[in-house]
């Protein structure tokens, strides 16, 4: 089918160039040129595991291309996805003012039936709005009033593994009163679905898939399933955090807790790692976006507001940390393992490494950090920071290394080395992703988050 997505963002990109693999024609538009200019050189503009190498096997079959002009991908394809940026505004709205733009543009290029496929994840009700915004900009644009349909179509692709997450969905969320607009999706997404298509590098990951289960609901529910999803995951790890806290006051192991809640099925092992906390593109947008459609109907979102809250203060916890192992932080030099808000991914939005490296800095700390892929200073991040080459020079001379992100390669650092260049051997490791008893028996103190 002939398909364009509008925003080759993370959720853009990938979901584009996915399609192209099932054997789609899809034409990939950004409005940032520079962007096109090198997806179309088949270089990757975001870090993320095996894309470029799809970018380029479906540029050569032909089946992919970009462009920078929305009436290019409107004109040429049968189903249009917006999967443009919805950050959150100051007050936790969403800011849909891309969702517009493009919204507008398609209504000036719509030519014949369309789907329009909302995948930005959008505040409950947008559907219709974007259908209003569509339908104005056609009458505005004198164009001639031709019919289409808006269908909510969610992802829930995880940065780091969108592609498996896109070949191996847990479940694909239509939303739409159309009928017809339904059936040409399940079309579109029939070898997703049926889990028949020939898997890139021909090892399938998860062999025993049969079928991906669809469902099938209106507009609002379907955009509810993604708020609710990302908000219930976001509640899962703030409430693993709170019983870590715990667990550090009374003595327990919050791994040991994690895995003995985990083997009930109703709870499942899956995101209950305690840590400093959540970060990213999506959980701090979507809980806010939800939190703030909540007041909007005077409603006080309880839970939502202590997962906030939880999340809020854990990332705190480990300056508190640092201020009890150091005492005085003023003058001290502190090394930062990892940037991006996790592993396998350059995203840094509202990491926790950011606001924990700010806040030591401004208490007088001298900050060295290391990241395996981030190698540029984020803005949100102080320029007080250094950014050093590799993890032993961020480490050398610090009297207290701090693991932000669990990126693999930190696994197999040498800490014999470590020891003798660090001032003082004091590890807190924030994702509680270091052998601690091997680390003890080394000679490090170290401190994990609730064992
Ligand atoms: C999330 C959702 O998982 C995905 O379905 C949705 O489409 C987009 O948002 P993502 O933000 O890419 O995906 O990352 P995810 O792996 O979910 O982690 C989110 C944050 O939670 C990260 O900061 C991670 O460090 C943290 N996390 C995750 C924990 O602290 N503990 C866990 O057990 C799991």
Same mark, same amino acid.
């Given at each position: 089918m002939k398909v364009s997505v509008i925003g080759t963002g993370y959720v853009g990109l990938v979901t584009g160039v996915c399609l192209a693999e099932i054997g789609n024609e899809v034409i990939c538009v950004d409005k940032i040129k520079e962007k096109i200019d090198m997806l179309k050189n088949g270089q990757c503009p975001i870090y993320e595991p095996g894309l470029e190498t799809i970018i380029k096997n479906n540029i050569k079959r032909g089946r992919l291309k970009f462009s920078h002009k929305i009436e290019e991908g409107v004109k040429q394809s049968e189903i249009i996805f917006i999967s443009v940026g919805t950050p959150s505004l100051p007050? $936790?709205?969403?800011? @849909?003012s891309f969702v517009e733009q493009v919204a507008k543009e398609i209504g000036k290029s719509i030519d014949s039936y369309k789907i329009i496929v909302?995948?930005?994840?959008?505040?409950?009700?947008s559907g219709d709005w974007v259908s209003m915004m569509i339908s104005e900009s056609m009458e505005t644009g004198n164009n001639k009033k031709v019919s289409f349909d808006v269908v909510s179509n969610p992802e829930f692709l995880r940065e780091g593994s969108a592609i498996e997450d896109t070949f191996f969905p847990d479940r694909i969320v239509i939303g739409s009163s159309s009928k017809k607009a339904i059936t040409i999706m399940i079309e579109l997404y029939k070898p997703l679905l049926e889990q028949d298509f020939e898997w890139p590098d021909s090892k399938? @990951?998860?062999?025993?898939?049969q079928k991906v289960p669809l469902v099938v609901t209106d507009l609002t529910s379907a955009e509810m399933i993604k708020y609710a999803s990302n908000s219930f995951l976001a509640t899962k790890i703030s409430f693993i955090n709170e019983i870590a806290n715990i667990c550090e006051k009374v003595g327990a192991n919050v791994t040991a807790v994690a895995e003995g809640m985990g083997l009930d099925k109703r709870i499942?092992? @899956?995101?209950?790692n305690a840590g400093i906390g959540w970060g990213g593109s999506c959980f701090p947008k979507d809980v806010a976006a939800l939190t703030y459609i909540a007041n909007e109907y005077g409603m006080t979102p309880q839970m939502l507001n202590a997962a906030i809250s939880v999340n809020k203060e854990q990332k705190l916890k480990i300056i508190k940390k640092v201020q009890d192992e @150091?005492?005085?932080?003023?003058g001290k030099t502190i090394a930062v393992l $990892?940037?991006?808000?996790?592993?396998?991914?350059d995203d840094v939005r509202d990491a926790p490494s950011i606001s924990i490296m700010n806040g030591l800095s401004n208490l007088g700390a001298k900050i060295k950090t290391y990241d395996p892929i981030v190698k540029n200073k984020p803005d949100?991040?102080?320029?007080?920071v250094k950014i050093c080459k590799d993890a032993y020079e961020a480490i050398d001379g610090a009297d207290i290394l701090i693991l932000?992100?669990?990126?693999?390669?930190?696994?197999?650092?040498d800490f014999d080395k470590i020891k003798k260049t660090?001032?003082?051997?004091?590890?807190?490791?924030g994702r509680n992703f270091f052998n601690k008893e091997k680390l003890q028996d080394m000679g490090f103190r170290y401190i994990g988050i609730g064992r």
């Amino acid at each position: 089918m002939k398909v364009s997505v509008i925003g080759t963002g993370y959720v853009g990109l990938v979901t584009g160039v996915c399609l192209a693999e099932i054997g789609n024609e899809v034409i990939c538009v950004d409005k940032i040129k520079e962007k096109i200019d090198m997806l179309k050189n088949g270089q990757c503009p975001i870090y993320e595991p095996g894309l470029e190498t799809i970018i380029k096997n479906n540029i050569k079959r032909g089946r992919l291309k970009f462009s920078h002009k929305i009436e290019e991908g409107v004109k040429q394809s049968e189903i249009i996805f917006i999967s443009v940026g919805t950050p959150s505004l100051p007050n $936790g709205q969403a800011d @849909l003012s891309f969702v517009e733009q493009v919204a507008k543009e398609i209504g000036k290029s719509i030519d014949s039936y369309k789907i329009i496929v909302n995948k930005s994840t959008v505040p409950i009700g947008s559907g219709d709005w974007v259908s209003m915004m569509i339908s104005e900009s056609m009458e505005t644009g004198n164009n001639k009033k031709v019919s289409f349909d808006v269908v909510s179509n969610p992802e829930f692709l995880r940065e780091g593994s969108a592609i498996e997450d896109t070949f191996f969905p847990d479940r694909i969320v239509i939303g739409s009163s159309s009928k017809k607009a339904i059936t040409i999706m399940i079309e579109l997404y029939k070898p997703l679905l049926e889990q028949d298509f020939e898997w890139p590098d021909s090892k399938r @990951l998860v062999p025993e898939v049969q079928k991906v289960p669809l469902v099938v609901t209106d507009l609002t529910s379907a955009e509810m399933i993604k708020y609710a999803s990302n908000s219930f995951l976001a509640t899962k790890i703030s409430f693993i955090n709170e019983i870590a806290n715990i667990c550090e006051k009374v003595g327990a192991n919050v791994t040991a807790v994690a895995e003995g809640m985990g083997l009930d099925k109703r709870i499942g092992r @899956l995101f209950l790692n305690a840590g400093i906390g959540w970060g990213g593109s999506c959980f701090p947008k979507d809980v806010a976006a939800l939190t703030y459609i909540a007041n909007e109907y005077g409603m006080t979102p309880q839970m939502l507001n202590a997962a906030i809250s939880v999340n809020k203060e854990q990332k705190l916890k480990i300056i508190k940390k640092v201020q009890d192992e @150091l005492k005085i932080v003023k003058g001290k030099t502190i090394a930062v393992l $990892g940037i991006a808000f996790k592993p396998d991914t350059d995203d840094v939005r509202d990491a926790p490494s950011i606001s924990i490296m700010n806040g030591l800095s401004n208490l007088g700390a001298k900050i060295k950090t290391y990241d395996p892929i981030v190698k540029n200073k984020p803005d949100s991040l102080t320029d007080r920071v250094k950014i050093c080459k590799d993890a032993y020079e961020a480490i050398d001379g610090a009297d207290i290394l701090i693991l932000a992100t669990e990126w693999r390669q930190f696994a197999d650092l040498d800490f014999d080395k470590i020891k003798k260049t660090m001032n003082h051997n004091i590890i807190i490791d924030g994702r509680n992703f270091f052998n601690k008893e091997k680390l003890q028996d080394m000679g490090f103190r170290y401190i994990g988050i609730g064992r």
